[in-house]
Every structure is written in structure tokens, then in C-alpha cells.
């Protein structure tokens, strides 16, 4: 199997425009909508000398910025460096950093942008031991806040931040993300971002140093300036330097991602100069929208970007760079209740594909699929079905027993994602292991079972407990519902476990469950034995076995999804019925991928098989 990029030779989905500041911290209203006239859909809070709200106000301009349809992200205080040294200052430094990320948490904001800081005369070994410390030591503070902590890169030589070192501490640290700012890199590189190809150079820099999550969305500064030999020198209003924003537009056209782009210069012309180039260059912006207006749009079904399909004799084509997808019988319908069609599952898969693709990269999976919808004959298939486009990758697995040899399809891009759906393949059932590495799974996995006559609050229940245990073995974990009437509980490891190991602590965990809620755990094989209670499955974690990938579609009414969930939600009376086709994209606005953590943070089981054997 070739390793690729599924986002490279795609497209930009999203563009989201907006400024550096509010227009009037003491009028929050007046503020949102100076920005709703001018058609900013994304302002950046300023704390760059001093807080100027508090905590409530905080809260309040979230809850305005969201009625408006208008995105928010912070700046913290230039003084709160993560080079500092002197365990005075640091302190307060650290201090001031968590504090923007609570504002930005009581906000809804996403990202807090801060300047890492100058090198103080320190040899850049030094300063990346020092910035790592630094972040380590600030981690547990901010981690739970829910805000990623941007490191923006820097605009003068004296600092700290460049693109490669800002890689490297957020490989290192979960909580952290990248922020671009163009007129810094263009600064430093004494003018080289002057065309389209050169910003397609710095997008393709960044989606192979970073991870998905980190540029969907990816998080950018934008203003024209003056530079010289040491770096940037001021800002100038837009068209008096030369950076072009059209350039990032076509740089970046060629990406899957989304943008934020935040014009920093005080200059209000430039604002607006800026958006109105955007506009001209047919960039994919999102305007700012009244929440009930929005909500009168998404009423049934709703996707963020409608899949791009050209017309073909008596069918459609799907292309994704060299590839293409023939999309036939688009409006069979498959879930009767709701009339979703075979289109919307091929639409659904083509938009959730930035949340999927990185569980999915490198994991054999078994399909399901109903060519009829889903009150027709159903079937699973593990081999890569006769007459697959040549580009589908498949790996070759021998069955049990090796008789024989199974070809099964690895979910390599959001194409075969759209194939999988032409063929009518609603699920997607994945490994929990990657290939090569068959033998080595990278999760493990609690399935929650639970057997009639019980309440789904009977299984949060025993979820919560989960938790409980989890927690006192030092393990974070990650729910999701099943879409059916479980839930699952996946629990990223290390390398190096064998699926025998990953069972046995899965027992383990499951016996302490039973021991703690009896009336409602068990771990009977008999199902007979099962009835009122959640059965906790560990069986699951064995070499060849399949369990429902995350966001994947399930063939059952209402088209229900196997959906992430933050803990918390678990206190609170939720269904799985909640989640759904119609409902995820809406959802995914309102909490962002609540699986992503799970795909950068590994944790070695074998301390806790030790407590738990002891």
C-alpha cells in the first residue's frame, strides 16, 4: 500500500475573514454588529496589554458572537512568553496564558494565539528545552479548557517560532496548535511569499508537519509590511507592501483545510480592501448569519459544503485529484423514514471525511452494505470487491486459519470514503490495529452492551463508571455512541501491546465494574444470562475483529451515527437517536472533533495491568 495525503490535490472547503479587535469593549452588542455590517465573519480579542474583560463579559460577548454567526479567537498578552526564564516572571507569564484561555473558554473562542518570545541570549537547544518545560508546566492547567494554545510563528530573528520549531512542540503537547502569520514568514524570508506558488509551498509544509486537526481549521494572521534585515519592521496598509491575499487563495485552493484568516492591521480600509479581494477571487467565505436563521436552514438534512459533481451522460463524477468516482442512482432513496437518499450518505461521508480519515488511515475495515436501503438484504464484506477502481488500496490479510488470503480495502482519502458509499457500504467497521502492524492494536476498547429490558441512562451509568476506574489508572478515554444502544470506550495505547494484553486489562477493568454496580454489569458470555444488564464486551480486542469507526453511519432508521462524546455529556439525559445525519454537522460547529485528542495522545497500559493483577 502507497502512503499518500488524502488532502493534497483536493480543495479549500472554508475561508473564514475577520479582523483584529473589538470596536468597543464596553458595548459588546455595538461591537458584533459593526462586524455583521461589514461582513467580518471572525473577530480575534485583544489582550495584548492588558484584560479588558472579565469573565462574565466574556461569556456574553460568546453568546452575541454566536447569535450573529461570528467566530472568535483570542490574542494573549505579548508580555506572557513561554521563553522566559527567571521563575519570577515565568510565573506570572504562565499565569497570564491561562488566563486568556479561560476567557477564551468562557467565550467559546477556539484558539488563544501568543508570541512564544525573544531568545534571550539563549542557544536554540536551550530554548527548546526551555519552551518545552514551559508548556508542560502550563498543560494541565489549560488542557480541559477546550481552547488550543497557538504558538504563532515569528516575525524577527531575535525570537523564537519558526514553522520547524513550532512543529515540534506541538507533536509534543496535545493542547497546542500552529498560527501562520503570513507578513512573519514573509519578513523572514526577505520577501519570498510575493506569489501563489510560494504560498502552496508553505500549505504543503504545513499539512506534512501538522496534523488534520490542526488545519481544520488552520489558524491565520494576515497584513502587509515593511521588513528588513532582522524581520518585520511595522505594518502598512494593505497594498502598500506585497503580500497579496489572492496569493493565499490560490495557495491554498489546492488543500483540503479550512481557513481563519484575521487581518491585523489597524488600518480600517484594509479591512475591507482585503475582504473585497477575497470576494473577487471567488474564495469559499463564510458570512456571518442570525442564529435563527440559521437554524431555519438546517432544519432536516444539512451539510456544510454541498459535494462537487459534474454531470456524466446519466450519472455523476466525483474527482478528487486523478481520481474519479462514478456516482450512479443518487436519489435511491435508503432510510425511508427521513427519505435520505443515497446521495445524502455520499454527501454526508464526502463532508465528514476531515474527522474520519485520521482514525481510518492504514486500518483494515469490513463493510456493510444494503444496496436496497436498509430494510433490504444486508451483507458484510471484507474483500475488496470485484470491478474497484485500480486507486482503491487494499491490503492482503490471511483468513484464520490461512487458507486463504483477503484483500481487505484500507480507507486511504475522502474518494474511496465516497466509493465506499456508492456502493452502498452505509457502515464502517475498522481494526484496532494498523497495518503492518497487525498484531499491535492502538486502542483499547470497552463495548457497552447493554441487554433488554434496561435504560439507556443505565448505560451512561455504567460509562461514568468507567471513568471512575479509568481515571484511578491514570487513563484518559474517549466515548462514543455505537449508533446502535451502546456506547464505547476507546482507550489509545502505545506500540507494543499485544491484543492478549489489551483483553486482559479489558477484563480486568470490566471485573471491577461488576464488583462495584453487580445489578447492572456483566461479563456472562451466555447472552441468555445478559438480560437488564450492560454486558462489558472485551472480546473485541482481538486480531480480525471489527468495531463501528467513529462519525461512521449506521443502516438503522433515522440514520444514526457512532458520535464522539465529551464526558460530561454522559451527566446529562442524552440518546442515541440524538445523533444522527441530520444532526452531526451542527453538532461538530458547536463542539469540534471530540475524537481528535484521541488520535495524538498513546499511553502504555502495562502499569495499570500491574495494579490491576496485583
Not at 446 to 475: N, Q, S, T, W, Y
Request: proline residues 6%.
Amino acid at each position: 500500500m502507497k502512503a499518500g495525503h488524502f488532502w493534497q490535490t483536493f480543495e479549500m472547503r472554508r475561508l473564514r475573514y475577520g479582523v483584529a479587535g473589538l470596536k468597543d469593549p464596553t458595548d459588546l452588542q455595538a461591537s458584533i454588529d459593526h462586524l455583521v455590517a461589514h461582513g467580518f465573519a471572525q473577530c480575534e480579542v485583544q489582550f495584548v496589554k492588558e484584560f479588558t474583560l472579565k469573565e462574565a463579559d466574556a461569556k456574553r460577548l460568546g453568546e452575541v458572537a454566536r447569535d450573529n454567526g461570528i467566530g472568535l479567537s483570542v490574542h494573549a498578552p505579548y508580555f506572557a512568553q513561554l521563553t522566559t526564564k527567571e521563575p519570577e516572571r515565568l510565573k506570572l507569564h504562565l499565569g497570564g496564558l491561562h488566563h486568556a484561555c479561560k476567557l477564551a473558554s468562557a467565550m467559546g473562542a477556539t484558539v488563544v494565539v501568543c508570541h512564544p518570545g525573544s531568545h534571550h541570549g539563549a542557544t536554540p537547544e536551550e530554548l527548546h528545552e526551555r519552551v518545552n518545560a514551559n508548556l508542560a508546566d502550563l498543560g494541565p492547567r489549560i488542557g480541559d479548557l477546550g481552547v488550543k494554545l497557538g504558538l504563532e510563528t515569528c516575525g524577527r530573528r531575535s525570537q523564537f517560532g519558526a514553522l520547524g520549531d513550532i512543529a515540534l512542540m506541538v507533536k509534543e503537547h496535545s493542547f497546542t496548535t500552529v498560527v501562520i502569520d503570513y507578513a512573519h514568514i514573509h519578513a523572514l524570508s526577505n520577501g519570498s511569499l510575493d506569489s501563489p506558488q510560494a504560498m502552496e509551498a508553505l500549505f504543503a509544509y504545513v499539512t506534512e508537519q501538522f496534523s488534520f486537526e490542526h488545519f481544520w481549521p488552520l489558524h491565520t494572521h494576515f497584513s502587509d509590511n515593511e521588513y528588513g534585515p532582522g524581520g518585520e519592521i511595522r505594518h502598512v496598509p494593505y497594498g502598500q507592501g506585497s503580500l497579496r491575499i489572492g496569493h493565499v487563495v490560490q495557495g491554498a485552493s489546492k488543500f483540503d483545510m479550512a481557513l481563519t484568516v484575521v487581518s491585523e492591521e489597524k488600518d480600517a480600509g484594509s479591512h475591507v480592501a482585503i475582504l473585497d479581494e477575497l470576494k473577487s477571487t471567488g474564495a469559499p467565505l463564510v458570512f456571518p448569519a442570525k442564529r435563527e436563521v440559521v437554524r431555519r436552514e438546517r432544519e432536516g438534512l444539512w451539510f456544510p459544503h454541498p459535494i462537487p459533481l459534474e454531470r456524466k451522460n446519466q450519472a455523476h463524477v466525483f474527482r478528487h485529484g486523478a481520481r474519479e468516482v462514478r456516482i450512479t442512482n443518487k436519489d435511491k432513496v435508503y432510510f425511508p423514514e427521513g427519505e435520505m437518499t443515497k446521495g445524502d450518505l455520499i454527501n454526508y461521508y464526502y463532508n465528514v471525511a476531515p474527522m474520519m480519515l485520521p482514525f481510518l488511515r492504514d486500518r483494515p475495515i469490513a463493510m456493510q452494505r444494503v444496496p436496497e436501503g436498509i430494510y433490504g438484504e444486508a451483507f458484510y464484506e471484507k474483500q475488496l470487491p470485484k470491478g474497484a477502481p485500480e486507486w482503491v488500496h487494499s491490503v492482503p490479510i490471511s483468513a484464520e486459519g490461512g487458507s486463504r488470503t483477503i484483500d481487505f480495502v484500507v480507507v486511504e482519502d475522502v474518494a474511496t470514503l465516497v466509493w465506499l458509499a456508492q456502493i452502498a457500504s452505509v457502515e464502517v467497521h475498522a481494526w484496532t490495529s494498523k497495518w503492518p502492524k497487525l498484531d499491535e492494536p492502538d486502542f483499547a476498547v470497552l463495548d457497552l452492551d447493554p441487554h433488554e429490558p434496561i435504560e439507556f441512562e443505565d448505560v451512561r451509568a455504567v460509562a461514568r463508571l468507567v471513568k471512575v476506574v479509568l481515571d484511578g489508572l491514570g487513563l484518559r478515554a474517549f466515548p462514543k455512541t455505537s449508533g446502535g444502544s451502546g456506547l464505547q470506550i476507546f482507550i489509545p495505547i502505545t506500540p507494543g501491546h499485544s491484543y492478549a494484553e489489551v483483553r486482559e486489562f479489558c477484563v480486568a477493568v470490566g471485573g471491577m465494574l461488576r464488583t462495584a454496580y453487580p445489578e447492572k454489569v456483566t461479563l456472562e458470555f451466555a447472552k441468555a444470562k445478559r438480560a437488564g444488564k450492560v454486558y462489558v464486551d472485551a472480546g473485541q480486542n482481538a486480531k480480525g475483529q471489527t468495531l463501528v469507526a467513529p462519525y461512521s453511519v449506521r443502516p438503522y432508521p433515522g440514520a444514526p451515527v457512532s458520535a464522539p462524546l465529551a464526558w460530561d455529556e454522559l451527566d446529562e439525559e442524552i440518546f442515541p437517536e440524538m445523533f444522527s445525519m441530520c444532526s452531526l454537522f451542527e453538532r461538530i460547529e458547536q463542539v469540534g472533533d471530540l475524537f481528535a485528542d484521541a488520535m495524538k495522545i498513546r499511553q502504555d497500559l502495562h502499569p495499570a495491568l500491574e495494579r490491576l493483577s496485583g
